[in-house]
Each structure stands twice: as structure tokens, then as C-alpha cells.
């Protein structure tokens, strides 16, 4: 069983590494650097934090031979870990010309290399098991750092005149098949238990099991697509303060927000949006992104509705397939929900779907211990929660109690909106 587990991890590691460097092969190395704002951070730093993390959780506590690569660097690319030390502030990432690629690139072949031999070195069973964790939950963390990698260049291309696209990629031809309509199921709900029961990797915030209890709801059967988003902005939503959270609608006065984050509308009336192909026509069809929780919320009282909560989610989402448009797809981009042979559908894929849920601890959470605990935990507070997946999520990373979140004014992400409603 340990020369299985060794073998799965040596093959995991090297294949998920290897992804994220093909993530980045489209960029010119003047791309490396750029920081469009506080909240993307430039791809040099994401390939050198991730590395970064191998180095100081687990090389620098577990190998006594190791070298450190370069003593600035636990300076230059820790994250957030205050029990770790000092860190460059975030909003600065990008003023780092050096290390240079070059040399982020030679920090990452030292650290593979030396997580590779270390896994392959007896020990003590115990250690030994904290390593394979510890390797595991590294991996889970740069695949969260794959998606990132492709919200950050999508947002510092947007803001680039050039409207320069990442990738040149063919839209696969349109399945004949009509998008399906706008239809709610009845769930009865009751007493549920949600949160992962342990088997194989989760975060802490997914844990433990617990019950809690559903009131019958409804939940629509698609998410809604721009077409329908595009309803509400011809209606001037965003400049009727009714349907709006009072600070969501400070949020849109200050921004100027009047339609979702890389619409574009055009000269004669039309719109399209940037997207990492490049600028697109609008596909009326395709289920509506980049919208903050504040843009989600407004749009399901517009409707009569309102966003599921996660539990309500988690629920439904145990009862149908992960399949769906995830990273492995290539395209990067949200596709239209055709007829299927399942009755809810993209509940996995294409974006991530807004909660009526506040991101907070489930009754009995315990934070992993030292300064992992700071992964999750200490951003509970001021965030809400969102499931699903979307089209930059690498397949294997997703399942039906993952709980992502965001502050409710962000929309860099591949965030978009399922509507629920109360059922008597």
C-alpha cells in the first residue's frame, strides 16, 4: 500500500506541475509581471508561490539535507502566513522585475526535485504520512493557483487596449440541440446531513458531516444564461437601488457598474465580451459570468427569486454526476447547457455558482493545526460561499462539498448564478 501511494503521488505531482507550466507557455515574458490590481497577482508570482509552498511546509521541516534555494524568497512569495513571517504586501507583487522568470523556473526545477527524492526515502511510518499529506494538500493548492493563473492574465489582458487574447482556440461547432429552458424542481428537503465524511482529500472548511435542516425549496434546473442576464440590464437594473443590498448598491454607484465584468457593447447597440480567445460576439445562450454576489443577488429579486443557499447546493449536487466544462476541456470559457440525461445540469463546470451562504466555520470545525490553519479559517468573515466548479477547474479538484469564496463585490472570477425560490 505505501509503494502505491508513493507511486500515485511521484505520478500526481509531476503531472500536476507539469500543468501548470503549460498553463503559462502562451505568455511572452513581459506578461509575467504585470499586476492590473490588488486583487490579481502576476503569473510569475503564482509559479513561485506555489513552489514556494513544496519548499517551506514540507522540505524545510521534513528534509534536513535540503538547501534552501534562495533565504529571500520566503520573504518575496509567502502568501498570508503571518506565523510564518513578514511577506511582500500583495498589492506589490508586481513591482518584482527579479527573480526573473529565469530564475523562478530554476527555483521550480530545484524544489521538484527535492520533493521527488524525498518522497522516495524511507522513514518512520507516522512521518511519513504527514509528508504524503502535506504533498497532497500542496498539489490541491496549486490547483487552486491554475485557475487563479487564468483569472489574473484574463483580467491583466482585459485592461491592456490590445484586448490581447491568451489562447487561439476554434469554437467547437454549436450542438444542434436547443439550450433547455428555464424550469425549477421540487426538492422536499428535511433533515440532511452535508460536509465530507472524510474519505479521500478535502479542505478543513468542508468538514465534518453535520446535519441541518431544509425547508422544502425549489432549485432551477440551468444556470441563467446571458440572454436572460441581458433582460435586466436593458431594464436598467443596475440603476434601480430596489433590487439591490444597500452596500452592493454603493458598489455599483461607485464602480459604474451597468452590466458584468467584460461586456463590451458596441457602437451599434450589440455586445461582446473579452474572454482568454479574444473579444466574442455575446453568446446570448451561454450561462452568464463574471457577475459579484451584490450583481446575482439583485438579478434573483428582479426575478421573484433568490440564490440557493449551500446547503440547499450541496444537497442537490450530491444527487448528480460531476461531469461538466472544467479546465480539461481547453476552452476556458463557459458553454450553453443543452438538453442532457440529466435533469439539473452544470451544476459542475462552467461557473461557479453564488450562495446565499455566508463563508463561516460548520458546527464542530476544527482548523488544521500550525500554520496550515491559516489556509482557510482566518478568512471567515466578510466572504460568501460558491460551488460548482467552473470552465478554469481542473477536473479532479472539484466535488460537491467544495466550498470556494469570495468577498460579494469580486467578479474576476468565473462566477455566475442558479436561482432557487421558497415552495410551500
Known amino acids: 500500500m505505501r509503494l502505491e501511494t508513493t507511486t500515485y503521488l511521484i505520478d500526481k505531482f509531476s503531472a500536476v506541475r507539469k500543468q501548470t507550466l503549460s498553463l503559462i507557455e502562451p505568455l511572452e515574458q513581459e506578461d509575467f509581471v504585470i499586476q492590473a490590481n490588488s486583487d490579481v497577482s502576476p503569473p510569475k508570482w503564482h509559479i513561485a508561490h506555489t513552489t514556494w509552498f513544496f519548499e517551506r511546509m514540507i522540505l524545510q521541516e521534513y528534509d534536513a539535507e535540503y538547501i534552501v534555494f534562495h533565504p529571500a524568497y520566503n520573504y518575496l512569495f509567502n502568501s498570508y502566513y503571518n506565523s510564518i513571517g513578514p511577506y511582500q504586501p500583495r498589492h506589490q507583487r508586481g513591482v518584482l522585475s527579479r527573480p526573473t522568470v529565469r530564475e523562478v523556473l530554476a527555483y521550480r526545477e530545484h524544489v521538484d526535485q527535492a520533493i521527488l527524492s524525498l518522497l522516495q526515502q524511507k522513514r518512520d511510518e507516522p512521518v511519513q504520512q504527514v ?113 439591490w443590498l444597500s452596500d452592493g448598491f454603493h458598489v455599483v454607484q461607485q464602480q459604474n457598474w451597468k452590466a458584468p465584468l467584460y461586456w463590451m457593447k458596441e457602437k451599434e447597440g450589440t455586445w461582446s465580451m473579452f474572454t482568454l480567445n479574444g473579444v466574442e460576439p455575446l453568446d446570448l445562450d451561454e450561462p452568464v459570468c463574471h457577475v459579484s454576489f451584490y450583481e446575482a443577488d439583485a438579478y434573483s429579486r428582479w426575478c421573484g427569486k433568490r440564490l440557493p443557499t449551500e446547503a440547499e447546493w450541496e444537497y442537490v449536487g450530491r444527487q448528480v454526476d460531476r461531469q461538466g466544462n472544467l479546465m480539461g476541456r481547453g476552452s476556458y470559457h463557459p458553454s450553453p447547457i443543452i438538453s442532457g440525461s440529466q435533469e439539473m445540469r452544470g451544476m459542475f463546470g462552467d461557473i461557479w455558482e453564488w450562495t446565499a451562504s455566508a463563508y463561516a466555520p460548520y458546527p464542530g470545525n476544527r482548523p488544521l493545526e500550525g500554520a496550515l490553519g491559516e489556509y482557510n479559517a482566518k478568512f471567515m468573515c466578510n466572504q460568501m460561499v460558491l460551488r460548482g466548479g467552473a470552465c478554469v477547474t481542473p477536473d479532479d479538484h472539484i466535488r460537491e462539498t467544495y466550498r470556494n469564496f469570495f468577498p460579494p463585490d469580486k467578479r474576476w472570477q468565473f462566477s455566475g448564478i442558479r436561482l432557487a425560490g421558497d415552495v410551500q
Open 131 to 243: 509528508i504524503e499529506q502535506l504533498i497532497e494538500m500542496g498539489l490541491q493548492h496549486e490547483q487552486q493557483h491554475q485557475e487563479l493563473i487564468l483569472m489574473d492574465v484574463k483580467y491583466n489582458f482585459f485592461v491592456n487596449p490590445l484586448l490581447t487574447a491568451y489562447q487561439k482556440r476554434e469554437k467547437s461547432q454549436r450542438d444542434d440541440r436547443p439550450v433547455v429552458p428555464l424550469e425549477f424542481k421540487r426538492f422536499e428537503g428535511g433533515l440532511v446531513e452535508i460536509g465530507h465524511d472524510g474519505q479521500g482529500f478535502a479542505f478543513d472548511n468542508e468538514n465534518p458531516v453535520h446535519k441541518t435542516w431544509l425547508d422544502p425549496f425549489e432549485l432551477a434546473t440551468r444556470p441563467v444564461t446571458n440572454r436572460e442576464f441581458l433582460a435586466f440590464v436593458e431594464a436598467l437594473g443596475y440603476d434601480q437601488s430596489e433590487h
